[in-house]
Each structure stands twice: as structure tokens, then as C-alpha cells.
């Protein structure tokens, strides 16, 4: 029996692909290494998310399997619960539904508003009042407005909730109304520990037991490949969230770095690429 670290996760299917199925294989690898949990990101091609984690629940019965994320803005909240929902009785409380901002200048080719942390804290509550049972009659809040909301049957288990935190306004969220926070991939040490200081600072001010909020970091890793390929894994996927308007600058923002060397990564040729 290989030995388990359950406070390890590993994304499955990363970056964009053209076929889901590797990710099957993925997880019975992480699984048979140890790991505690399975991540999955999702994009709007063949990596949706629900699909991905209900095949993930069935591959392994033991890994927890995470959405990191998926947004309330494509997802009514009553679906989003149903998801939620269905995965975490499916998987036997192995769920856990993330949820994030996503990037504004998707949200602005589609002609949708962009989403703000207001929304996803209306949603957090939104989606623990249903499965609690309640019926929701006429919310009109930062999530939308509604009629009657409600699930036709409670279900058993019902997932923590996770919170993709960029910046300091959204990390202090997660410690307010999340169950834990996804952190960006590209933080320097003294940013996560700032971050986690963040967050444990904002559920202690809330009531909350601070100690009760996990919190995830991201690491980047490219192992035994050739160097090239290690630089595409790793230092282009930089790049490329460097280029996303508004993610770059988060991402200089929050580790302290000064933005003229972003706009010297924007503007070297390999950039555009």
C-alpha cells in the first residue's frame, strides 16, 4: 500500500486538450500514488465540469474530487445546486463545488455582465439555503432576481463550497462565507502566507473558526520531460496568464512586483505568440 497525503491534490486534464478521456487514466494514477484529491478545471469545449467529476467519482472511491471552478453565470443557482447536490451523494461526501469570477473579457465576448465577488457571495448563500430545504421566494439580490426557487428533494449530502481567490477583496471573501479558498498558481511564498493570513483574519471576524477554512495552494510542475516541454508546462502558462487583461495585473498586484515588468512580458515578441 503506497502512502496516502491526503493535504495533496493534483489537477487532472490541465491546459487545453481536445479529448477528455486521458483524464480517466489520470485519476486512477493519482489515486494509485497517494493523493488526497482530484481538481478539474473547466472550460466551455470538452472539459465541462459536472460531466468531468461525475466521471471522476466513478473512476475512484476514494480520492476527493474537487471542481476548481465553475461559475454561477452559465449555471442557474437551482442546477448549480442539483450539481452540487447530486455529485457530493453520488461520490459519497467526496465532492466539493468550487466557484470563481472566471475572466471579464469572456464574460464580455459573450455580451453577459462580469461577474463580481457580491454575486458569488449571494450565490454561496443562495445554494446553502436550498439545500437546507427552503423555498426561496423572490430573491432580488446581486445573484439576480428570481421567483420561487427551491429542490424538489433535499439531498443527502451537500458539498463544501470553494472559493478561487485572485485578489485580497476575494480572499477575504472566502474567509467570510466559504468553506476554503483556491489560491492562484503563480504566488510567491510571502503572497501565500499574506493570502492565508487574509483569509483566517476575515473568518475570525466573522465568527468563524478560522482553523476550519482550508485553503489550497498551487504549484506548477512539469516532471521528467524534456526541457522544452517543461518550459512550455510551466513558464508559457505564465506568460499566457500574464497576457489575460486584468489577470496579469492581479497576479503582479498581489506578489508585489512592479507592473512596468509586465508590460515588458506583454510586449516581448514570444508573448504574442
Known sequence: MPPRFPELGFYA???????????????????????????????????????????????????????????????????????????????????????????????????????RLEMLEDVAALLRRLWAGETIAGHDGPAGRFGTLSLPQVPASTPPLMLAALGPHAQALGGRAFDGVLLHSHWLDESVAAAVTRVRASAEAAGRDPSTIRIWACLVTACDLAEEEVLRRVVARLAGALRVPGYGEAIVDGNGIDRELLSRVRAHPMATI
Open 13 to 115: 486534464l490541465s491546459g487545453q486538450v481536445t479529448d477528455p478521456r486521458p483524464m480517466l487514466t489520470e485519476v486512477r494514477d493519482g489515486d494509485a500514488c497517494g493523493f488526497g484529491s482530484v481538481w478539474l478545471s473547466e472550460r466551455f469545449d470538452v472539459k465541462e465540469a459536472a460531466a468531468l467529476a461525475g466521471a471522476a467519482t466513478a473512476v475512484s472511491d476514494r480520492l476527493g474530487v474537487s471542481v476548481g471552478v465553475t461559475n454561477p453565470h452559465t449555471r442557474h443557482p437551482v442546477l448549480l445546486a442539483a450539481l452540487g447536490g447530486t455529485l457530493s451523494s453520488l461520490s459519497g461526501d467526496r465532492f466539493s463545488l468550487g466557484l470563481g469570477r472566471g475572466i471579464d473579457a469572456v464574460w464580455d465576448r459573450y455580451g453577459m455582465p462580469r461577474i
